[in-house]
């Protein structure tokens, strides 16, 4: 979803990838699960994304 939102990874921090958006200011960063995420998760990853749950 972030990479068709035009969001691109930029780096990697352990576990933890984070993306960059061009037209968008701060970053998304993303665990990177050996399972499901977490919901509690999932809600910071849209809120960093300036996402609404609803919409998607």
Do not use: C
Not at 4 to 16: E, N
């Amino acid at each position: 979803m972030l990479s068709r939102d035009g969001w691109r990874h930029v780096t990697t921090r352990g576990s933890h990838w984070q993306f960059k958006h061009p037209d968008r200011s701060g970053r998304v960063t993303v665990p990177h699960p050996r399972k499901d995420i977490d919901i509690d998760t999932v809600a910071s990853i849209y809120r960093q994304a300036g996402w609404d749950p609803k919409e998607n």
